[in-house]
Every structure is written in C-alpha cells, then in structure tokens.
C-alpha cells in the first residue's frame, strides 16, 4: 500500500532554515507528483507547491518563491522540501500529499503523518 | 484568511445528516468542477472523501456526498456516526499557477 513517511519534528529559530523529508513506498516513485501542504495553527490548509519526481521540475506558490525549494532523490524515492528565512509565521504542521491519480490530478489520496516546525527564538 | 469560505463550526446528532457549506467565487469554484473534500481528525493525516465535486474514493462511506450551485460546494454526510466528528476541509482548483486554494476548515461535532 502507498505509504509516506515524513521526517521528525523540527525546532528552529527565526532566520534559520529547515529541510523535511518524505519517504515514499507502495507505488513507483517517478510516476506521480508529489505535494507540500501545511496548516498553521488554528488555520486552514495552504498548498505550498509540486515537484515532479521524474523530472525533477518543480512549481512553487507565489507566496513562497524564493524561499522554498523542493527536490528529490529516486534512489531513495524521497523528495525534500527547504524553507529558508523561517518566521514565526511559518510555525505549522507540512504535509507531503500524492495526487489521486498518475496523470493530472488536483485531489490527494496519500498524505504524509505530518512535521511539525516551531519557529521561535 | 483562506480563500474559500467554511463556517467555523458545525454539529449534529447521531443519525441526522449536516451540510457543510465551501463558498468561492467565479475564480475557483464557479469555473471548475474541481473541489474536493478532506476528512482530517486532529493528530492524523487529511483524509480525501470527495474529489471533482461528487465522486467518492474507493472505501469511503456513501453516507458522504458532493454537490455544487454556482460558487458554493456543499459536503453533506447522512446518517451521522461519533466517528464523523473531525475537521473537514474543502478545496478547488484555480489554475495552474495557484493550482489549489482551501477553505479554513470547518469543525463538526456530534453531539
């Protein structure tokens, strides 16, 4: 079954930057995009972006450009994505999430367990 | 503040049937048949019940169903269960650009 495993909980200070993982399994790695998703406290959720594992293309949320960078490595089927100049404001559980279907899809099935960043100094 | 609008809260007994509002606008709700649902229980992953509008994955409830007029989607679930009670998030598409903009979440309790 498609299984993603997220990185640890993460603890940072204003300023710095941070790096979450998600591992995937169950399925073949380069055959679908994979999101970022997060949700601040109290708050909604918020798409963050996409990275084509196969390519390696990736498409970021004006909101974020310029300081989020998402990549990958199929020799592990992980994908990463790095937030640099964290805020307080960046505090929030990121979620990887997998579209629902291989071809274009805008619905994910597959979501992550979650990393929780604190920013605080 | 999230781009489509969720009441906060809403709540139910065991038995009846809610619905949940997801109000958009001609940008997103009201130009594609593209919103989806998430079911979302504190602690754990969202979880998709809903996808273009009405279409349940495989494995969810048909006591969960998708509907929309205009700008507004709705997401009704009958026959309410103590399970139920979670967050419960809409979404649409907007284009490739912002790809998909969601609701802030609406509570349910059962009462």
């Known amino acids: 079954q498609v299984q993603l495993v997220q990185s640890g909980d993460e603890m940072k200070k204003p300023g710095a930057s941070v790096k979450v993982s998600c591992k995937a399994s169950?399925?073949?790695?380069?055959?679908?995009?994979m999101h970022w998703v997060r949700q601040a406290p109290g708050q909604g959720l918020e798409w963050m972006g996409w990275i084509n594992p196969n390519s390696g293309d990736t498409h970021y949320a004006q909101k974020f450009q310029g300081r989020v960078t998402m990549t990958r490595d199929t020799s592990i089927s992980v994908v990463y994505v790095e937030l640099s100049n964290l805020t307080s404001n960046d505090t929030a559980v990121y979620y990887c999430?997998?579209?629902?279907?291989?071809?274009?899809?805008?619905?994910?099935?597959?979501w992550g367990q979650g990393t929780l960043l604190s920013v605080s100094s | 503040q999230s781009a489509l609008t969720q009441p906060a809260s809403v709540s139910g007994s065991p038995g009846q049937s809610i619905t949940i509002s997801c109000a958009g606008t001609?940008?997103?709700?009201?130009?594609?048949?593209?919103v989806s649902w998430y079911q979302h229980h504190p602690g754990k992953a969202p979880k998709l019940i809903i996808y273009e509008v009405t279409k349940r994955p495989s494995g969810v409830s048909n006591r969960f169903s998708g509907s929309k007029s205009g700008n507004t989607a709705s997401l009704t679930i009958s026959g309410l269960q103590a399970e139920d009670e979670a967050d419960y998030h809409c979404?649409?598409?907007?284009?490739?650009?912002?790809?998909?903009?969601f609701g802030g979440g609406t509570k349910l309790t059962v009462l």
């Open positions: 979404c649409s598409y907007v284009g490739s650009r912002t790809f998909v903009v």
């Open positions: 999430a997998r579209p629902y279907s291989s071809g274009w899809s805008d619905s994910f099935d597959s």
């Open positions: 001609h940008n997103d709700v009201g130009n594609y048949n593209l």
């Open positions: 169950g399925y073949t790695f380069t055959g679908y995009y």
